[in-house]
């Protein structure tokens, strides 16, 4: 399983508008974890850290941390992705209002 997708959007958290931040990483994470289910198998290491302060500004700290580990490729990273699924999708919806 590769989370390239969802790291790319995580490191880009400062460079888009909420909403939009949020609907990419609500999709993204979707994305893996249906592929995931489909095919389980070891997440890969991302190579770097995320930076955690645009993301938290971004987001708000338990969010943050949830999508960190998601970032992380930590063991159970899919149901860090479940959890962070619904405050995203709220995010993108409120934040277009």
Avoid: C
């Avoid at 993204?28 to 995320?50: F, T």
């Amino acid at each position: 399983m590769t989370l390239d997708g969802i790291r790319l959007v995580l490191e880009d958290a400062g460079t888009t508008d909420t909403a939009a931040f949020a609907r990419r990483a609500r999709n993204e994470l979707a994305k893996a974890v249906l592929a995931e289910a489909l095919a389980p198998s070891a997440a890969s290491s991302p190579g770097r850290a995320l930076a955690l302060a645009p993301l938290e500004q971004r987001v708000g700290p338990e969010l943050a941390g949830h999508l960190a580990s998601i970032y992380a490729g930590s063991e159970d990273w899919t149901s860090h992705a479940i959890d962070a699924l619904e405050p995203l999708h709220a995010l993108a919806r409120t934040a277009r209002v």
